[in-house]
């Protein structure tokens, strides 16, 4: 019989990673002729006009009835949407960004990041670590860290005030990919990663270990919660000699950047696909 | 029937389904600049007559875009930021070569490259793809199973 369930995960892991092509060769851009900008025109000449003939009014008229000090709230403001993070108000409208494909080949494997995040530069010479182990873990530097990539929705500026040495900010996301050195990933994640059993001492929660598939590869998942309020949750899986993994932190000390949730940060691990 | 879908509720759902369905075209058609026409064609006839629905708008879409593709139609009254695509159509050849999913439909007639790709990819059920093809759900199944057949026949070859 033919194996349709799996041709279908084939289908949809191969054709996604397919490009597309820029924004701007696609994106609708509704055509106005030379008439109609001049009636617009016109139209909005107006209106400014009687805008700002009625605030001189209202101003004039302000300045005798109202208490010295007091603030002026001009009885109409021109209507803007409502727009919920990340969406954001452009022309009257909610306008989100489109989400963009991240693709890594030399390491094999893609990610979708939503429009308004980013890829960010760890500061030079920076290594992960394993927390209280830096000094004691020199087989974590390189050359075993083979690649890595952080992501952000965080503005540059923002994004520095909060990097500490060697630890993407809390709502971001750090890929890895590591020499696995012949380890498993729950080995892995039991010396090197978060839930390392001799440091995780920290919370009433404690390491939560399961498996899951994304998009047909098994993956490892832990997660570390802490009594100060973070969590740390990450993904191994294993590829070959490597060791991929996909970690994000949230705190709840840290204000996330608009729009960003769990579920953000989940949906960008789940949308990996492997080539 | 009267249609509700509104053009910014059209240009909305086409902003949407964008990704999913190019990829498809580029699937069945395997050339980025006839795929990226084909599918602003496919976004204009729903301009001027909207599916009656917004359920399943990546099947409408990706079968105008399909026939549009077939008959080479421009458009007409809406324009589009539109320039050649970055990437060339060899590019793409070379792309889906490389992929198990581009060798296997590489065997299949456009038409059974459409079907299956609206079926595997698009999640269609056979119903969905007659409906949108116009054609009798028999005829879908017959021509999904020779698409199989071949299919089959090509990963036998890999082996």
């Avoid at chain 2, 999913?20 to 990226?36: E, F, I, M, T, W």
């Amino acid at each position: 019989m033919f194996p349709e369930l799996s041709i279908e995960r084939i289908f949809r892991r191969e054709l996604d990673s397919l490009p597309l092509p820029a924004e701007r060769l696609w994106v609708p851009n509704r055509q106005s002729g030379p008439s109609a900008i001049v009636a617009v025109s016109v139209v909005c000449a107006a209106l400014v006009l009687i805008i700002a003939a009625a605030g001189l009014v209202r101003d004039a008229s302000g300045a005798a009835t109202e208490p010295r000090g007091a603030v002026s709230t001009p009885t109409s403001l021109p209507s803007r949407p409502t727009c919920a993070p990340p969406a954001f108000g452009a022309n009257g409208r909610c306008v989100t960004f489109l989400p963009n494909a991240v693709r890594n080949p030399a390491q094999g494997y893609n990610l979708t990041i939503p429009g308004e995040w980013r890829e960010t530069q760890m500061p030079p010479g920076t290594e992960p670590v394993v927390p209280d182990r830096q000094s004691a873990s020199p087989s974590l530097t390189a050359p075993f860290l083979l690649d890595r990539h952080v992501f952000t929705a965080r503005p540059a500026q923002e994004w520095v005030s909060l990097t500490t040495v060697n630890v993407a900010p809390a709502w971001d996301l750090d890929v890895q990919v590591w020499d696995r050195q012949g380890r498993s990933a729950q080995e892995w994640s039991l010396t090197f990663g978060p839930c390392d059993h001799t440091t995780v001492n920290y919370g009433p929660v404690g390491c939560v270990e399961r498996t899951e598939t994304i998009r047909g590869v098994s993956a490892l998942a832990t997660t570390v919660s802490s009594i100060s309020g973070y969590q740390a949750t990450s993904y191994y899986i294993e590829r070959g000699d490597q060791m991929l993994i996909l970690r994000y932190w949230t705190d709840r000390n840290t204000p996330p950047p608009a729009g960003v949730t769990n579920a953000t940060l989940e949906g960008i691990v789940h949308s990996i696909g492997l080539v | 029937m009267a249609t509700t879908i509104t053009t910014e509720r059209w240009e909305q759902l086409y902003r949407q389904e964008f990704a999913r369905v190019y990829r498809a075209l580029l699937a069945v058609l395997r050339d980025p600049d006839r795929a990226l026409d084909a599918l602003q064609d496919a976004f204009v006839s729903g301009l001027r007559k909207p599916p009656a629905e917004d359920a399943d708008l990546a099947g409408w879409l990706f079968v105008v875009a399909v026939r549009s593709g077939r008959r080479g139609l421009r458009r007409p009254f809406l324009r589009l930021d539109h320039a050649r695509s970055l990437i060339s159509k060899d590019e793409i050849d070379a792309l889906l070569d490389r992929m198990e999913v581009g060798r296997l439909l590489d065997g299949l007639t456009e038409r059974q490259r459409a079907m299956v790709v609206a079926q595997f990819y698009l999640g269609l059920d056979h119903r969905d793809i007659a409906r949108h093809f116009g054609v009798k759900t028999g005829t879908v199944s017959a021509t999904l199973a020779q698409a199989k057949a071949r299919m089959r026949a090509e990963v036998r070859n890999v082996s």
